[in-house]
C-alpha cells in the first residue's frame, strides 16, 4: 500500500526500493522475522537505504492500523543531490559558498526549524548522514516552512568523507562544540566555509572534531549548560550571516 508519504508492507517496500523510489527511512517491526522480511533487510543493506527498528506500536500509528507486516517505508518529498551535484555546482557561481553539516540529528522538528533559519540565512546546502538522520518527513516541511523545497540537500555515508571532500574543495570546515577555547566571534565566515552541528544529546563526534579546521563554542552565562541545537545554529548562521553583509 502507498500514499503520499509512505508505503506500507513488506513486499511494498522492497519493490519501491527496486524501481528507485526516494526512500527516506523505513521503520522495521523489533524481531520481526520470516522469509520476505529477510529480502527486504538484504533489499535495505544492498542499496543503502536509512532504516532502524521500532516496536510494533510505532508501525501502527504510522500505518494508521494498516496490514503493515513489519515494515514502513517513509518516502522523501524531495529529490537528494549527490556531494559531487553540490559542491561543484555552487562553486560554479559562487567563491565563498556557506554549507550546513548536520551530524546524526535525529528529531525531525529541530531538523526542520535549521532547514528554515538555513534557507533565511543564504545556506548554499545541507549534508546530513544517511544512517542515524532525522526522515525528511511531512513533520519536516511543516516545520521548515516549505523552506526544505528551496535549499539542496545531499546525503552521504560517512560525515567525515564530506569534511575531507568539503576541504579538497577548498572549503574550511568549523564545527559548533564546547570541547574549544575558540568562541563564535573568533573564526572568519566571510570565506567558503561549512558548519558543522552535531546531534541533540551527543554533539559532534570525537573523530570528526578531530579533523575539522576549527572548532567554536557559543558564549554561555546562565546555568544551563547547553542550548536547544537549532538555536545553536540560527546563533551561528547568523553571525555567518553578520560578517557577510
Given at each position: 500500500?502507498?500514499?503520499?508519504?509512505?508505503?506500507?508492507?513488506?513486499r511494498?517496500?522492497?519493490?519501491a526500493?527496486n524501481?528507485g523510489?526516494e526512500?527516506?527511512?523505513?521503520?522495521?517491526?523489533?524481531?520481526?522475522?520470516?522469509?520476505?522480511m529477510?529480502?527486504?533487510?538484504?533489499?535495505?543493506?544492498?542499496n543503502?537505504?536509512?532504516?532502524s527498528?521500532?516496536?510494533?506500536?510505532?508501525?501502527?500509528?504510522?500505518?494508521?492500523?494498516?496490514?503493515?507486516?513489519?515494515?514502513?517505508?517513509?518516502?522523501?518529498?524531495?529529490k537528494?543531490?549527490?556531494?559531487e551535484q553540490?559542491v561543484?555546482?555552487v562553486?560554479?557561481?559562487k567563491?565563498?559558498?556557506?554549507?550546513?553539516i548536520l551530524?546524526?540529528?535525529?528529531?525531525?522538528?529541530?531538523?526542520?526549524?535549521?532547514i528554515r533559519?538555513?534557507?533565511?540565512?543564504?545556506?548554499?546546502?545541507?549534508?546530513?548522514?544517511?544512517?542515524g538522520?532525522?526522515?525528511v518527513?511531512?513533520?519536516?516541511?511543516?516545520?521548515?516552512?516549505?523552506?526544505v523545497?528551496n535549499?539542496?540537500?545531499c546525503?552521504?555515508d560517512?560525515?567525515?568523507?564530506?569534511v575531507?571532500?568539503?576541504?579538497?574543495?577548498?572549503?574550511?570546515?568549523?564545527a559548533?562544540?564546547?570541547k574549544?577555547?575558540?568562541?563564535i566571534?573568533?573564526?572568519?565566515?566571510?570565506?567558503?566555509?561549512?558548519?558543522i552541528?552535531?546531534?541533540e544529546d551527543k554533539?559532534v563526534?570525537?573523530?570528526v572534531?578531530?579533523?575539522?579546521?576549527?572548532k567554536?563554542k557559543?558564549?554561555?552565562?546562565g546555568?544551563?549548560?547547553?542550548l536547544?541545537?537549532?538555536v545553536?545554529?540560527?546563533?551561528?548562521?547568523?553571525e555567518a550571516v553578520?560578517?557577510r553583509?
Amino acid at each position: 500500500m502507498q500514499n503520499e508519504h509512505q508505503i506500507v508492507g513488506i513486499r511494498a517496500v522492497i519493490e519501491a526500493i527496486n524501481a528507485g523510489k526516494e526512500i527516506d527511512k523505513v521503520f522495521i517491526q523489533k524481531e520481526a522475522q520470516g522469509d520476505l522480511m529477510q529480502e527486504l533487510m538484504k533489499t535495505l543493506k544492498k542499496n543503502n537505504v536509512n532504516f532502524s527498528y521500532v516496536p510494533v506500536e510505532k508501525l501502527n500509528k504510522l500505518s494508521k492500523f494498516n496490514n503493515h507486516q513489519g515494515a514502513v517505508a517513509s518516502i522523501a518529498p524531495i529529490k537528494f543531490v549527490t556531494m559531487e551535484q553540490l559542491v561543484e555546482g555552487v562553486l560554479e557561481n559562487k567563491q565563498n559558498p556557506l554549507f550546513l553539516i548536520l551530524h546524526q540529528l535525529s528529531d525531525a522538528r529541530n531538523f526542520g526549524a535549521i532547514i528554515r533559519t538555513a534557507e533565511c540565512t543564504g545556506v548554499d546546502g545541507i549534508i546530513i548522514q544517511k544512517q542515524g538522520s532525522a526522515p525528511v518527513n511531512g513533520d519536516t516541511v511543516k516545520t521548515s516552512a516549505g523552506a526544505v523545497f528551496n535549499i539542496p540537500i545531499c546525503k552521504v555515508d560517512h560525515i567525515k568523507d564530506a569534511v575531507f571532500y568539503l576541504q579538497g574543495s577548498g572549503i574550511a570546515t568549523v564545527a559548533a562544540t564546547e570541547k574549544t577555547e575558540n568562541n563564535i566571534y573568533d573564526i572568519d565566515f566571510k570565506k567558503g566555509i561549512a558548519i558543522i552541528m552535531g546531534s541533540e544529546d551527543k554533539g559532534v563526534n570525537p573523530s570528526v572534531l578531530k579533523i575539522v579546521d576549527e572548532k567554536a563554542k557559543l558564549p554561555m552565562y546562565g546555568t544551563i549548560s547547553s542550548l536547544n541545537v537549532s538555536v545553536a545554529c540560527g546563533a551561528f548562521l547568523y553571525e555567518a550571516v553578520r560578517q557577510r553583509l
